[in-house]
């Protein structure tokens, strides 16, 4: 694969026009274009310039001009106006979407979303948890080598972190009352829908079958008709085979194949009437479980638009609820880092200290 604005040997020269180059004969791209020249003119043999060779460099040299004229020389250089590249972009940016892919972005959105929401939840929890240990490994008899004000600070962070806590499951505590009210609602609006739903298919389909016994019973009845002239008939043609063979001591060949021939046609009536009935209500039939099919959809639409609203609402609720404890969550959670940070490379500096001395004063006593 090329790039798009490389040109194939394969294309046209008519179509790939170059302007003209001077190169000094003396540099070397003009010796390298000289040994090459002179090397395809022994190729090629004869006498140089070619008769029709001026003709055809006017030719091409015209036509050149006539191509920048319509404004071609800057597109073949790969040149392009302000406007054409604004253009361009923005026909290359549009991006035509269908209801599923906005429906897979939409859900990939709102999973993005709630995992951030997770994650930062959890930094608090982890935070808290830290916070609270590292404060329980700072006692107060120890403040001579943390300090007072490291762990009273710890401490602060940590009556704080506390009572955003509880803020924030006051909050959650309102959003969910409000989602839960919204959650009852839809759920009594899709069963009362779903119910309607049920009732007109189970109505439906009982037309269908009052439908389809009233074809059988209808069907039923032309046929006996149908069989009824067919009995009639073949006992006129036996009375006449009868005559026939009273008259003419036989009845003729070409009589009994007439007779045949017409009792045939007349099986052939009844099950062409039978199958075009049928297909008459077949078609019927689809044609309206194809509206009852749309009128069934309209109502399930209607409550998949009552559940995207419910969520949307749901959503919305969550995150106002975010939005009134995440400000000062984010400040608490970077003040809790920071305290972190000093206290706990103290606290694991003493214990390790610690460590070292218990070690130093048990090889003591073995001594």
């Given at each position: 694969m090329?790039?798009?604005?490389?040109?194939?040997?394969?294309?046209?020269?008519?179509?790939?026009?170059?302007?003209?180059?001077?190169?000094?004969?003396?540099?070397?791209?003009?010796?390298m274009?000289?040994?090459?020249?002179?090397?395809?003119?022994?190729?090629?043999?004869?006498?140089?310039?070619?008769?029709?060779?001026?003709?055809?460099?006017?030719?091409?040299?015209?036509?050149?001009?006539?191509?920048?004229l319509?404004?071609?020389?800057?597109?073949?250089?790969?040149?392009?106006?302000?406007?054409?590249?604004?253009?361009?972009?923005?026909?290359?940016?549009?991006?035509?979407?269908?209801?599923?892919?906005?429906?897979?972005?939409?859900r990939?959105?709102?999973?993005?979303?709630?995992?951030?929401?997770?994650?930062f939840?959890?930094?608090?929890?982890?935070?808290?948890k830290?916070?609270?240990?590292?404060?329980?490994?700072?006692?107060?008899?120890?403040?001579?080598?943390?300090?007072?004000a490291?762990r009273?600070?710890?401490?602060?962070?940590?009556?704080?972190g506390?009572?955003?806590?509880?803020?924030?499951?006051?909050?959650?505590?309102e959003?969910?009352?409000?989602?839960?009210?919204?959650?009852?609602d839809?759920?009594?609006?899709?069963?009362?829908?779903?119910?309607?739903i049920?009732?007109?298919?189970?109505?439906?389909?009982?037309?269908?079958?009052?439908?389809?016994?009233?074809l059988?019973?209808?069907v039923?009845?032309?046929t006996?008709?149908?069989?009824?002239?067919?009995d009639?008939?073949?006992?006129?043609?036996d009375?006449?085979?009868?005559?026939?063979r009273e008259?003419k001591?036989?009845?003729?060949?070409?009589?009994?194949?007439?007779?045949?021939?017409?009792?045939?046609?007349?099986?052939?009536?009844?099950?062409?009437?039978?199958?075009?009935?049928?297909?008459?209500?077949?078609?019927?039939?689809?044609?309206?479980?194809?509206f009852?099919?749309?009128?069934?959809?309209?109502?399930?639409?209607?409550?998949?638009d009552?559940?995207?609203?419910?969520?949307?609402?749901?959503?919305r609720?969550?995150?106002?609820?975010?939005?009134?404890i995440?400000?000062?969550?984010?400040?608490?959670?970077?003040?809790?880092?920071?305290w972190?940070?000093?206290?706990?490379?103290?606290?694991?500096l003493?214990e390790?200290?610690?460590?070292?001395?218990?070690?130093?004063?048990?090889?003591?006593?073995?001594?």
């Amino acid at each position: 694969m090329t790039r798009p604005g490389d040109i194939s040997s394969e294309d046209s020269d008519d179509e790939v026009l170059f302007d003209p180059m001077v190169v000094v004969r003396t540099s070397d791209e003009g010796r390298m274009l000289l040994k090459w020249l002179d090397a395809a003119r022994k190729r090629l043999g004869g006498d140089f310039p070619r008769p029709n060779a001026r003709r055809q460099m006017e030719k091409y040299a015209e036509k050149m001009r006539q191509r920048k004229l319509r404004g071609g020389k800057a597109k073949i250089a790969g040149e392009f106006s302000k406007e054409e590249v604004q253009q361009s972009v923005s026909a290359k940016w549009v991006v035509k979407m269908n209801a599923a892919s906005t429906a897979i972005a939409q859900r990939w959105l709102r999973k993005a979303q709630d995992s951030l929401t997770q994650k930062f939840r959890a930094k608090g929890n982890q935070l808290r948890k830290d916070v609270d240990a590292t404060v329980r490994a700072m006692p107060p008899e120890d403040d001579w080598y943390y300090g007072a004000a490291l762990r009273q600070e710890g401490q602060d962070i940590k009556e704080k972190g506390e009572m955003l806590f509880q803020d924030q499951r006051t909050v959650e505590a309102e959003a969910a009352v409000k989602i839960r009210r919204i959650e009852h609602d839809f759920q009594l609006f899709e069963a009362e829908k779903q119910v309607e739903i049920d009732d007109k298919r189970r109505g439906f389909e009982a037309d269908m079958a009052k439908n389809e016994d009233r074809l059988n019973a209808a069907v039923e009845t032309r046929t006996r008709e149908l069989q009824r002239s067919k009995d009639n008939k073949r006992e006129e043609f036996d009375e006449i085979e009868r005559k026939a063979r009273e008259e003419k001591g036989a009845a003729s060949t070409k009589m009994i194949e007439e007779h045949r021939r017409i009792m045939q046609e007349m099986d052939e009536v009844i099950r062409t009437t039978q199958q075009r009935m049928e297909d008459e209500f077949r078609q019927r039939e689809s044609e309206q479980r194809g509206f009852f099919g749309q009128a069934e959809k309209l109502l399930q639409q209607v409550i998949i638009d009552r559940k995207v609203s419910a969520v949307a609402n749901i959503r919305r609720i969550r995150k106002e609820a975010m939005s009134k404890i995440k400000q000062a969550e984010s400040n608490w959670q970077s003040s809790a880092s920071r305290w972190l940070y000093i206290a706990k490379r103290k606290v694991e500096l003493k214990e390790r200290e610690d460590a070292e001395a218990a070690a130093a004063k048990r090889r003591k006593k073995r001594r």
